[in-house]
């Protein structure tokens, strides 16, 4: 090639041409990297050992080159080593040669940098997750080794999850029933329901009563309260719900919910509803109040640790971590975690009453 081919060449370098050619074959090799007799040893394990072979599919101008791909199945990790090649067989390009060889890339690189991580499952009661998740954080800041996975999905769903191993804990904000019963349960903190409005709805104060008939709809105006002249905005929680049943049980009694309450999938999403309506009225765990929110007095009553602790305030039910037999373990020693000093400390900070409330007050 003479000269002035050359620079024509390199003046084109990042076009890409339907009539160029494109070089790329695929072959299996033996491994340049033999592991020792029966696969034992200090060196790296390795099966399998490729190349890639690709030309100027862009103007470059270069050699074709040659990608060695090993795979080391101790570790997951991927090697790719450019090598020059003197073959260069000519094959028709197109634009789909190009992002094909770019996808390749991509899956390979993409394999390199991956690795499989081990970990546990802990999923359920969505009352319960931003706790877990926070604990899990903490735990895993101290064991970097260590993975826990934390999903919410309901109480029901948390236990149904233990039973059939899908999850390695399940966790419920509420009590198990029947057979439930046999699985293996930890109390790792009480929380309370609260009742909250918009923060500028002028209620601070309801009764029993009063939040029965509000819920059943035959309350069905803030008027009759004592506040504004505006219809009542019921925000519940869905059926299989810990929230929901523990509330049912605190609250609704044999009265049932109305179906004209706007049903929501977690805590924070009735806390999102009751924010953004003046009008609206719902429960969550009290943990999870926050200044977007009002939590009403109920009979007077605020609802706050020392009024659960003495037990004046009495919409109070557990945080249960639910297991299908006794830990052992990564998941026992997150349990043992959890009901640490530590741990018991940072669930107080956060507004719930901690399964060993003396030694976090210490």
Not at 16 to 32: G, V, Y
Not at 118 to 137: C, D, H, K, Q, R
């Amino acid at each position: 090639m003479s000269q002035e081919d050359m620079d024509n060449r390199k003046s084109t370098k990042f076009q890409t041409l339907n009539d160029k050619e494109i070089s790329f074959a695929l072959q299996q090799t033996p491994s340049p990297h033999p592991s020792p007799p029966g696969g034992q040893g200090k060196g790296e394990r390795r099966f399998g050992h490729w190349n890639f072979v690709f030309g100027n599919y862009l103007e470059f101008g270069l050699p074709a080159r040659s990608l060695s791909l090993a795979l080391n199945p101790e570790n997951g990790q991927t090697h790719l080593r450019p090598t020059f090649c003197k073959q260069n067989a000519p094959a028709k390009a197109g634009i789909w040669n190009l992002g094909f060889l770019f996808l390749l890339l991509f899956i390979l690189f993409s394999m390199g940098c991956q690795r499989s991580k081990a970990g546990i499952t802990v999923a359920g009661s969505t009352s319960v997750e931003p706790f877990a998740e926070l604990l899990a954080e903490e735990y895993m800041s101290r064991h970097p080794e260590s993975h826990i996975y934390v999903q919410g999905g309901g109480s029901t769903a948390g236990i149904e999850a233990a039973i059939t191993r899908a999850a390695n804990i399940g966790m419920s904000s509420r009590n198990l029933i029947g057979e439930e019963n046999k699985l293996y349960t930890v109390t790792i903190a009480k929380d309370a329901i609260a009742i909250i409005v918009n923060p500028k709805n002028s209620i601070q104060d309801l009764s029993l009563q009063q939040i029965r008939l509000v819920f059943s709809g035959k309350i069905r105006n803030w008027k009759e309260l004592g506040g504004p002249l505006h219809p009542i905005v019921l925000v519940t929680r869905e059926e299989g719900s810990g929230t929901r049943e523990s509330f049912q049980k605190f609250v609704m009694g044999k009265e049932d919910i109305s179906l004209e309450a706007l049903v929501q999938d977690s805590n924070g999403a009735v806390r999102q509803v009751v924010a953004s309506n003046h009008h609206a009225i719902g429960y969550i765990s009290l943990g999870l109040v926050n200044d977007q929110v009002k939590a009403v007095k109920i009979s007077g009553v605020e609802p706050n640790l020392t009024n659960i602790d003495n037990g004046k305030y009495t919409l109070v039910r557990p945080f249960l971590f639910v297991f299908k037999e006794e830990p052992t373990g990564e998941a026992n020693s997150f349990l043992e975690f959890v009901l640490s000093p530590l741990a018991q400390k940072l669930l107080l900070k956060e507004g719930l009453v901690p399964a060993l409330h003396k030694m976090a007050r210490e």
